[in-house]
């Protein structure tokens, strides 16, 4: 997972190398984790950072430690789906 | 893993997307036609070459998801040596399943493209497996 850019707010967009985000967004919905997926209107950056789309999951105040570990058990998930 | 996610990406779906045998371009292409999903930023590049009522080599390149790379790869390894006329009947029916429900009959015509019924339960991602379809139309509808 590389997480793009400096995530300086409650909210991160990241990609999982050869897996495409689309991909990991459906596993993740999956998961019970609802992320965006794909060029968040923002093209020009994605060629910046060299992707051709990313994930971003972003926090509220409701979210708690039980969220984050579903985020990640999802991603785990999509490492063994994409194995 | 839910039974959804399996039926989604199984391992045909997850190879193929893999599966570089096709990948490329032709030297004589007839038919050439790239079509791309704005929304998701998916593209695929098509090439047949036709002769006559038949489609005697084709190639692609694509950019984009697993599915929407797994359906061009299984797509133009299937349609390789068919007839025109066999292609819109099985675009059709690609069609017609995945615009189903789960649990809907599925035609053996399909043979590994059948792997995309798991689709039929993630409407969101149909357009993924049909960009493909959509990009060989598309070919067959410019000057040959």
């Known amino acids: 997972v590389r997480v793009l850019g400096r995530p300086e707010a409650a909210l991160a967009s990241f990609v999982v190398d050869?897996?495409?985000?689309?991909?990991?967004a459906t596993i993740l919905d999956r998961?019970?984790?609802?992320?965006?997926?794909?060029?968040?209107?923002?093209q020009p950056l994605h060629e910046f950072f060299g992707v051709p789309a990313s994930v971003r999951a972003s926090l509220g105040l409701y979210s708690n430690a039980d969220d984050i570990s579903a985020l990640v058990a999802g991603l785990h998930r999509t490492r063994e789906v994409f194995a | 893993m839910s039974d959804a996610l399996r039926d989604l990406y199984q391992q045909v779906i997850v190879k193929a997307?893999?599966?570089t045998?096709?990948?490329?371009?032709?030297?004589?292409?007839?038919?050439?036609?790239?079509?791309?999903?704005?929304?998701?930023?998916?593209?695929?590049?098509v090439q047949l070459a036709v002769d006559g009522p038949t489609i005697r080599d084709a190639r692609y390149q694509a950019q984009g998801c697993a599915l929407s790379l797994a359906s061009a790869s299984l797509l133009v390894e299937r349609i390789v040596?068919?007839?025109?006329s066999d292609l819109r009947t099985l675009d059709e029916v690609f069609r017609e399943v995945l615009a189903g429900v789960p649990g809907d009959p599925i035609p053996e015509e399909l043979g590994d493209l059948a792997a995309f019924a798991g689709v039929r339960e993630f409407r969101s991602r149909r357009a993924c497996a049909t960009l493909p379809f959509d990009a060989v139309l598309s070919a067959l509808r410019t000057l040959g």
């Open chain 1, 18 to 24: 050869g897996v495409h985000a689309h991909d990991v």
């Open chain 1, 31 to 42: 998961s019970g984790v609802a992320v965006r997926s794909g060029h968040h209107c923002a």
């Open chain 2, 21 to 45: 045998s096709r990948r490329g371009t032709l030297a004589q292409p007839t038919h050439t036609a790239t079509v791309d999903n704005p929304m998701c930023g998916d593209v695929v590049m």
């Open chain 2, 17 to 19: 997307s893999r599966d």
């Open chain 2, 81 to 84: 040596g068919s007839y025109l």
